[in-house]
């Protein structure tokens, strides 16, 4: 499916990023579902991403944040050959994961803790960005900093 952001372009300016992103989710819909995952708003600015990460060690995972993209990754390491299974229940797959982070979200820590990678993220808006109240004055303007 390809939605069409041209009547968007023509009114706004500097949404094609949201553009993309909407283009490239819906693109990337068709990806794995292995390693499960669950994303949580934990605060109005702080989430939490956890991934079901059983039969990795901390070694063979790698996370890397970088221009509003987070990627996590996991590496399995060659096991024994000699091993015969009746039944292999459990993925023993390398795989990767990525994120679309918005602007001002950053990784602030990761931890695992039974068989779970909880990697947080905090949305830290700069003081420039948040709302200011203008207070009106008869005949002209005059910013006041703070709320």
């Known amino acids: 499916m ?10 706004s300016i500097g949404f094609d990023r949201l553009a993309n992103l909407i283009e490239n989710a819906n693109a990337g819909s068709n990806q794995a579902g292995y390693p499960p995952y669950n ?12 991934m079901a990460v059983a039969g990795f060690a901390e070694s063979e995972l790698d996370i890397q944040s970088q221009a509003n ?6 590496k399995k390491t060659a096991q024994d050959d000699n091993r015969q299974f009746l039944y292999q229940g459990i993925a ?6 990525r994120f679309q982070l918005a602007d001002y979200v950053r990784v602030t820590a990761a931890s695992m803790e039974n068989g779970l990678l909880h990697v947080e993220l905090e949305r830290e808006i700069p003081e420039a960005m948040k709302a200011r109240k203008i207070e009106i004055q008869s005949g002209k303007s ?3 900093e703070g709320n």
């Open 2 to 11: 390809h939605i069409d952001f041209t009547p968007l372009y023509r009114s």
């Open 39 to 50: 994303i949580e708003l934990l605060d109005e600015n702080q989430y939490r991403i956890t």
């Open 142 to 144: 005059t910013l006041i």
């Open 92 to 97: 023993e797959r390398s795989f990767e994961r």
């Open 69 to 74: 993209t987070l990627v996590i990754s996991g």
